[in-house]
């Protein structure tokens, strides 16, 4: 199975493996713990072997571990956490403002935007052109958080995991529009989103962005457990 938008994908479901690769993004890889060490390395090298410009791994702490010698030089490495949201009646929190699909003129925006959350939450430069953000935005891909007075003052996306889970990505709220919660509106609108749809809310946070941690947490969001993830 090839997720949209990936490379390549590398699965082995009866050894509870499956890793993805999407385009100048670390390689995504996920085992089970009763997968081997000897099936878990053969498939990393496998991977490597598949793509020389991976730039980094993201995988259960444990399997990692396994694989790091495999790695390039690793240049620096983080936790993350894994988060969902339970089906509540109610996210007990209202938004400000209102979701709403950027327009072409928001492009120049939205592309700096991509490029600063890259830099913050991914350490890492974006470098496409402002192609990337009119795609998102003539595709309906992407939820910007109208705020009366404002305009534009946060944005988000969904990204389907399957046909019962959806994943919120590219949340981001400009420095000059922080503290004023609206980070935290346009999750609970898109995990709000989500439940409308019957799917459940999942998203990733790095374990030392407290802030970030304990937002999720005061919506309402569960950790389900952690990764690690490595850049070489």
Excluded at 28 to 57: H, M, P, Q, T
Excluded at 209 to 229: T, W
Aim: net charge neutral; with cysteine.
């Amino acid at each position: 199975m090839l997720e949209e938008g990936a490379l390549f994908s590398l699965g082995s479901p009866k050894e509870g493996l499956y890793a993805v690769q999407y385009s100048g993004k670390p390689l995504w890889l996920y085992a089970r713990d009763d997968c081997s060490v000897e099936n878990l390395r053969g498939s990393f090298s496998a991977c490597l072997d598949k793509k020389n410009d991976i730039s980094g791994l993201v995988s259960t702490g444990w399997a990692a571990e396994v694989c790091s010698d495999l790695c390039p030089p690793i240049t620096a490495s983080w936790e993350i956490a894994a988060f969902y949201l339970p089906f509540l009646p109610d996210l007990k929190h209202i938004a400000k403002g209102r979701l709403i699909f950027p327009s072409l003129e928001d492009a120049t925006i939205i592309d700096g935007w991509i490029k600063e959350f890259y830099r913050e939450a991914l350490s890492s430069e974006f470098n496409a052109t402002g192609k990337f953000a009119i795609a998102l935005i003539k595709g309906k891909k992407l939820y910007g958080l109208e705020v009366e007075g404002l305009g534009l003052a946060a944005m988000g996306m969904v990204i389907p995991v399957n046909a019962d889970m959806g994943r919120l990505n590219l949340i981001y709220c400009p420095p000059s529009y922080r503290g004023r919660g609206f980070g935290k509106d346009i999750v609970a609108a898109l995990a709000a989103k989500l439940q409308d749809w019957n799917q459940l809310p999942v998203l990733y946070a790095r374990v030392e962005n407290k802030i970030v941690m304990d937002m999720y947490k005061s919506l309402g969001f569960v950790e389900a457990g952690r990764l690690l993830e490595l850049r070489f």
